[in-house]
C-alpha cells in the first residue's frame, strides 16, 4: 500500500520509484514508467513450488497465507501454476496479521481435519513462526505433513528466532540464489565492522538480501545519474516535474551489471527471472538440496551444464528430512482418524443385480448393498495401504435421468464417490477422477439366432467358394494333360485311341479325390508332380470335410442380424438399457425415435425380444459387454452378439472428485487386486460362457486366398517337368528341323514332330525292359510223337516226363532239322 501511495507521487512528478522491499505481484497492475521493482517479484517463484509439487506427485496443496495484500496477492498465480501440473487447492487457510494463538490454532485444526497433507505457508517470519510453534503443538509437524515455506520467510531467516527453529524441522524453503563472490564476502566483512562500530550493542547483525537488493539498487542508480546528468542537478519546472525524468527512465532500464547479489539489471522495470535455492530445515539449520531454475527446473547443482530440457524429477535433489523424520516420501495426504467417513453413493436399479443389489429391509430400517461390483470395491479397500472409512448411500435415478446424473453427484459434494457399473467415458473424465477400470468393457449388439441348417440339396458346395471351386478343377484337368504328354510315349496305359487317351488322363487326375489311381507313372518327373498333387489333394480333402461339418453342425448358430444397417433398411426396433450412456450412441445411429426402446432388466428385455418388432417389440438391443454377459448368462442358447468395432467404451470404474489423491491408491489397489487370488474367488458373473462367443455373422466356405500357395507349387511343378520334357524331345528330333531339302515345308516338319511324338519310344527304360523279357522268354511245349502241345506251368513242375519236354527254340531247330532233311 505504501509503495502504490509513493508510485503515483512519482507519476506526477516524473520521477523514477525503486523499491527493495515490495514484492507484490499486484503492483504490475499498476503499470507505472516510473516505478522500478527492484526485487524479486512474489510471483515468480510458483513456478518453483508447482516443480517440486510435481515431482513428489502430490495432487492437493493447501495454502496458508497472511490476509493482506502481501499474502493475497499470490494466489493467483499459484492457482494457475497448479493446475498446469494438475494439482488442484481444494481449500485456502487465511490468517490475520492480528490473529491470536487461539484463533491460529482454531484454524489449523479446521485445516487438519481434511485429507490434504501438503500445506504452503506465504507470510512473514513474525507470524510464520507462530503458526509451527501451534502446528507443533497440536500434532501437524509429525510424519505423513509436509510444509513448503516461500521466500517471504526464508529470505528472513536471519531475524528468526532460535527457538523457533526447532518447530520447524523438515519443512521445506525457497530462497533467491546469491551466488558466492569475493566481492560479496569483503562487502559484508566491511558492513558489518562498520554496523558494529555504529551499534554496539548488537552483535549478531547480517546482511540479508533486501540489504544486498537495496545495494545493488543504490549502485545501478548512480551509474544511471552520473552517465545521464553528469555532475549537474536536477532540474524542476513550476509545477515541480522533473524535466529529466524520461531520460533517467531510458538510463535505468539500460544498466546491467554484476551486484553483490548476482547479475542486476531492469526488464519492462522488475528484475530478471531469478535462480531459487531449495532448502530443507533441520537440525539447527538449514541444508541446501537444490535449486530451480527458469530453463533448467530442478538440478541439483549450477555447474551442470549437459541438462538440456526442463525437468521435475525428485531425483535432482539431495536427501531430505521430512516432518516426523520418516523413511519414505509422504503421500500428501490420509484420512484423518477424527475426520468424517467417506460418503459413498451406489446407483439403485431395478435390473442387472448381479452387477449391484441394493435391499432394503424396512423391519430393521437398514440397507444391504451387494452385487460384483460392490464385492470388487470391498476387495479392493481391503488391500489398500491404510484404513479408509467409508459407508455406503442409495443413489435413486428419475425416469429421465441417467448415470451422467451420478457423475454431477460427485462434481457438487454431495459423494466423495460412486460405486458401480460405471462406465469410463473421455466426456465424464473432464469433470471427475476415474481410478483404473476393474471390468473390461465394450458395447456389442444383441440379437437372436436362428435354426438355420441348411437342408438345401446342394449344400456339399458350399464349404469352398466358386472360385476355389473353378480353381481346383482347372488344376484337375492341368494334371491330366501334364501326366499324359509325360507319360504318353513311355507308357502303354496313356496310349490307344484318342477317346482313350482322354478317359485314362482324367480318369487318372479325378481319381486322386479318393486316392484310387491305379494306373502306374513311369517317367520321374510325372512321379514328382503327382506326389506333390496327392499333398494338395489330401489338404484339400480334409478342410473341405471340416468346413462340410461346421455348415451342417454350426450353422443353426447364425444370428438372425448382421449389423446395424441391416435393422436401419428393415425398420427393425432396437433396444438400450434406460440410464445408459449407449443412449448417445443409439440416437446417433439415426433411428427414428418410435423404433428406440428402453428395458430396465434382464427380464424386461426378454419380453421386448419376445415381442419382436412388429408387435413392439425389439430385433436388436445395444448395450455394454458386461451386462449383455449377464443376459446370456440365462439366455445363452438363443442369442448372441455382434462385434460393434465403432462403439468403444474404458470399461467399468470407480468414480471420485478431480483431483482426488485417493484415485490414484483405489487404482493401485486394483491392480494389486486383479493379480491377487481374491480376483477368482470372487463369483464373477460377467463371464461368458464358450457357447455364447460372439459370432461374426460371415459364411464358413473356404476361400482361394486360404490356398493359393499349394496350387503355386504344384503349378510350378508342373510347368517346370512340362518344360524340361520340351526341351529334352525337341532336342531328340533335331534330324527333323535341320533337314536341308527346302522342299520340306515347316508346317510338314511340325507334323513330323508331332507323328514322332505320338510313337512309342522304344529306347524308354520301360520299352528295352520288355523288349529284353520277350527275348529271354521260354515256351514250354510237350512233344508227344508228331504233335507238339504247349504246357502252361513252370519247367520244375513237369520233372516226371524229362524226355518229353523241349523249349520251343529246341522245337523249331528239330522241325528246321526235319525239313532239312525231307528236302534233302
Given amino acids: 500500500m505504501q509503495a502504490s501511495f509513493v508510485i503515483d507521487l512519482g507519476n506526477k512528478s516524473q520521477i523514477p520509484i525503486i523499491s527493495f522491499s515490495a514484492t507484490s505481484p499486484d503492483l504490475n ?100 513462526s507462530r503458526i509451527f510453534r501451534i502446528a507443533k503443538e497440536i500434532g501437524m509437524m509429525g510424519e505423513g505433513y509436509v510444509w513448503i515455506i516461500t521466500d517471504g520467510m526464508t529470505n528472513l531467516w536471519s531475524v528468526i528466532d532460535r527457538s523457533d527453529v526447532d518447530y520447524m524441522q523438515g519443512v521445506l524453503g525457497l530462497r533467491n540464489y546469491v551466488p558466492n563472490s569475493k566481492e560479496l564476502k569483503r562487502f559484508e566483512k566491511q558492513w558489518k565492522l562498520k554496523f558494529l562500530q555504529d551499534n554496539p550493542g548488537m552483535g549478531n547483525a547480517k546482511f540479508d538480501i533486501f540489504g544486498l537488493w537495496a545495494y545493488d539498487a543504490t549502485t545501478t542508480l548512480a551509474m544511471a545519474v552520473e552517465e545521464v546528468f553528469g555532475t549537474t542537478n536536477f532540474n524542476f519546472d513550476a509545477a515541480n516535474v522533473s524535466q529529466n525524468g524520461p531520460t533517467l527512465i531510458q538510463a535505468l532500464s539500460r544498466m546491467r551489471l554484476k551486484g553483490l547479489s548476482g547479475d542486476f539489471g531492469f526488464i519492462n522495470g522488475q528484475l530478471e527471472s531469478p535462480i531459487f535455492q531449495i532448502v530443507n530445515f ?280 448382421t449389423d446395424v444397417n441391416e435393422l436401419l433398411m428393415k425398420g427393425e426396433n432396437i433396444g438400450y438399457q434406460i440410464g445408459s450412456f449407449v443412449r448417445e450412441i443409439v440416437l446417433g445411429l439415426k433411428f427414428h425415435p418410435s423404433q428406440i426402446k428402453t428395458y430396465y432388466s434382464p427380464q424386461h428385455l426378454e419380453e421386448l425380444f419376445t415381442k419382436g418388432s412388429a408387435n413392439g417389440g425389439i430385433a436388436a438391443a445395444i448395450d455394454e459387454i458386461p451386462c449383455l454377459n449377464v443376459f446370456l448368462a440365462q439366455h445363452c442358447n438363443r442369442y448372441t452378439t455382434l462385434k460393434a468395432p465403432t462403439f468403444r467404451s474404458g470399461g467399468f470404474g470407480f468414480v471420485f472428485p478431480k483431483g482426488s489423491p485417493l484415485a490414484a491408491d483405489v487404482s493401485r489397489a486394483i491392480l494389486e487386486f486383479i493379480q491377487s487370488d481374491r480376483a477368482e474367488e470372487i463369483e464373477n458373473p460377467l463371464k461368458r460362457q464358450p457357447i455364447c462367443s460372439t459370432t461374426s455373422g460371415s459364411t464358413n466356405n473356404l476361400s482361394l486366398g486360404s490356398f493359393w500357395g499349394l496350387f503355386l507349387i504344384v503349378g510350378v511343378a508342373g510347368v517346370l517337368a512340362l518344360l524340361c520334357y520340351a526341351i529334352e524331345f525337341l532336342y531328340g528330333q533335331k534330324d527333323v528341323w535341320c533337314k536341308c531339302d527346302t522342299g520340306i515345308s515347316m508346317w510338314k516338319r511340325i507334323l513330323q514332330v508331332l507323328r514322332n511324338f505320338d510313337q512309342r519310344d522304344l529306347t524308354s527304360q520301360a520299352f528295352r525292359q520288355r523288349e529284353l523279357k520277350e527275348e529271354g522268354s521260354i515256351e514250354v511245349i510237350r512233344v508227344r510223337g508228331d504233335v507238339e502241345t504247349p504246357v502252361n506251368a513252370p519247367i520244375e513242375t513237369l520233372d516226371e516226363e524229362p524226355n518229353d519236354i523241349r523249349t520251343a527254340t529246341e522245337s523249331r531247330e528239330i522241325d528246321i532239322h526235319h525239313a532239312n532233311t525231307n528236302s534233302s
Fill in 282 to 561: 533441520n537440525g539447527n539449520g538449514e541444508n541446501g538440496i537444490g535449486f530451480w531454475t527458469p530453463n533448467h527446473g530442478l538440478v541439483r547443482r549450477l555447474e551442470v551444464t549437459n541438462v538440456t530440457r526442463y525437468s521435475t524429477s525428485k531425483g535432482n535433489l539431495g536427501s531430505i528430512i521430512w516432518p516426523g523424520d520418516p523413511q519414505s516420501i509422504p503421500k500428501g495426504w490420509e484420512i484423518p482418524i477424527n475426520g468424517k467417513r467417506l460418503k459413498i453413493g451406489v446407483p439403485m436399479q431395478n435390473g442387472f443385480t448381479e452387477l449391484v443389489k441394493i435391499a432394503l429391509d424396512n423391519s430393521t430400517n437398514s440397507t444391504t448393498f451387494s452385487g460384483y461390483c460392490i464385492d470388487v470395491f470391498n476387495a479392493v479397500m481391503n488391500v489398500m495401504p491404510y484404513h479408509v472409512p467409508f459407508d455406503f448411500y442409495p443413489i435413486k435415478l428419475g425416469e429421465e435421468e441417467t448415470y451422467n446424473n451420478l457423475i454431477d453427484e460427485v462434481v457438487y459434494g454431495n459423494y466423495d464417490a460412486v460405486v458401480g457399473d460405471i462406465s469410463i467415458i473421455a466426456n465424464r473424465s473432464k469433470y471427475v477422477e476415474y481410478t483404473l477400470p476393474f471390468v473390461q468393457s465394450g458395447v456389442e449388439i444383441l440379437v437372436p439366432i436362428r435354426n438355420d441348417v441348411d437342408k438345401n440339396a446342394w449344400v456339399f458346395l458350399k464349404p469352398l467358394s466358386w472360385d476355389l471351386w473353378i480353381t481346383s478343377i482347372c488344376f484337375f484337368t492341368f494334371l491330366a494333360f501334364v501326366i499324359w504328354v509325360l507319360e504318353h510315349r513311355i507308357n502303354e496305359e496313356f496310349r490307344g485311341p484318342p477317346l482313350h487317351h482322354v478317359g485314362t488322363s482324367f480318369w487318372f487326375s479325378f481319381s486322386t479325390i479318393v486316392f484310387a489311381h491305379r494306373e502306374k507313372v513311369l517317367s520321374n518327373p510325372a512321379r514328382i508332380v503327382v506326389v506333390i498333387w496327392c499333398v494338395v489333394v489330401f489338404i484339400l480333402t480334409q478342410s473341405y470335410t471340416a468346413s462340410l461339418t461346421s455348415l451342417l453342425t454350426v450353422q443353426q448358430l447364425q444370428p438372425t442380424v
Fill in 29 to 128: 497492475s499498476i503499470r507505472s514508467p516510473y516505478f522500478f521493482q527492484a526485487t524479486v517479484n512474489d510471483s515468480s517463484q510458483v513456478k518453483a513450488i508447482s516443480a517440486i509439487i510435481q515431482a513428489f506427485g502430490w495432487r492437493q496443496v493447501v495454502p496458508i497465507h497472511v490476509d493482506n495484500v502481501f499474502g493475497k496477492g499470490i494466489i493467483p498465480y499459484l492457482y494457475e501454476a497448479l493446475e498446469e501440473v494438475d494439482a488442484r487447492i481444494p481449500y485456502r487457510s487465511i490468517i490475520s496479521p492480528r490473529a491470536t494463538n487461539q484463533e491460529i490454532e482454531i484454524e489449523l485444526y479446521k485445516v487438519m481435519t481434511m485429507q490434504t497433507r501438503v500445506f504452503i505457508v506465504h507470510m512473514g517470519p513474525d507470524l510464520g
